[in-house]
């Protein structure tokens, strides 16, 4: 029983750790060599770097501790724990890689001319390492523990708490960097969006299949018995007709999507299908957790 519970909390801490490691090493690597930005309390680190060289590691810890403290007031200790983790771990690998730069272990990436190869892979390392943290229940704490404090007391958006911090400090930016540099942390911060999504929701995509048809028990169990998929069967009203039917769904992969469609075709040509992304899928012939 014990022994399951920490494999269970060492499967979630662990992702965000690594996670953090990426953002912590691209943050080091493409953007401050780069003078590139960053939103939120992030940005305000390397605000102060480029302003007053102040080491990335020191500030990310001063800045986040009474945001940590007020968020763990206000939220509870069950919200706030792994945003924690996720301070710490990122406070330990900025310090980490800051010695090893400073020792001649890791060259940062710097560029003159071709910043928009700095700004693309910066996106990717810094998207990979937060849709880690994100998707494991953690944050880098920041903004995302200030947007969540006022969703609490006021109801305001989180999305446009998060989205206002970034323009107010990415726009404070211009007093110290050039604006083409701006206009470059914008493809950077597009691309980690992306990538966010794209662990977020699974690097495996599906299909998800509605057929509506007078004969879907039909076709289902042909479904069932050529592909071996899972159908369900949805009991259904015709609005025009009044008449009760059955809707038939099923989730299948990208490349059966030819081989179900052809299916429901030969039993009935008139079948209405409806087609769906689906991200991330779980059960039996898909991903088994």
Not at 65 to 94: A, D, V
Not at 118 to 146: C, E, H, K, P, Q
Request: aromatic content about 12%; hydrophobic content about 50%; proline content about 3%.
């Amino acid at each position: 029983m014990l022994t399951n519970r920490f494999n269970r909390v060492a499967k979630t801490i662990l992702p965000i750790v690594l996670g953090t490691a990426i953002y912590a090493f691209g943050l080091l690597y493409f953007i401050i060599p780069n003078r590139l930005m960053e939103g939120g309390v992030t940005g305000v680190t390397i605000l102060l770097n480029y302003a007053f060289s102040v080491s990335p590691s020191l500030s990310t810890l001063i800045l986040n501790i009474p945001l940590f403290l007020l968020g763990w007031k206000i939220l509870g200790s069950k919200q706030i724990i792994y945003t924690g983790i996720g301070i710490g771990s990122l406070t330990f690998f900025l310090w980490l890689f800051e010695i090893w730069i400073e020792k001649g272990w890791i060259s940062p990436f710097r560029t003159e001319h071709d910043y928009i190869l700095a700004s693309l892979y910066a996106g990717v390392t810094l998207g990979t390492g937060l849709g880690l943290v994100f998707r494991f229940g953690g944050t880098t704490g920041g903004s995302d523990i200030i947007a969540r404090i006022c969703n609490r007391k006021f109801g305001w958006s989180m999305g446009q708490i998060i989205l206002a911090l970034d323009i107010i400090i990415i726009g404070a930016s211009l007093f110290y960097i050039p604006k083409e540099q701006i206009l470059y942390t914008f493809v950077a911060v597009f691309i980690a969006s992306k990538v966010i999504d794209f662990i977020q929701e699974g690097a495996y995509a599906a299909k998800a299949f509605t057929i509506i048809s007078d004969h879907a028990p039909e076709i289902a169990d042909l479904i069932t018995k050529d592909m071996e998929r899972g159908v369900t069967l949805i009991p259904a009203i015709g609005a025009y007709s009044k008449q009760a039917k059955y809707m038939a769904y099923c989730v299948v992969a990208r490349q059966e999507i030819r081989t179900l469609t052809m299916i429901a075709k030969s039993i009935d040509p008139r079948a209405f299908i409806i087609i769906n992304d689906v991200h991330d899928v779980h059960g039996e012939g898909f991903r088994e957790e």
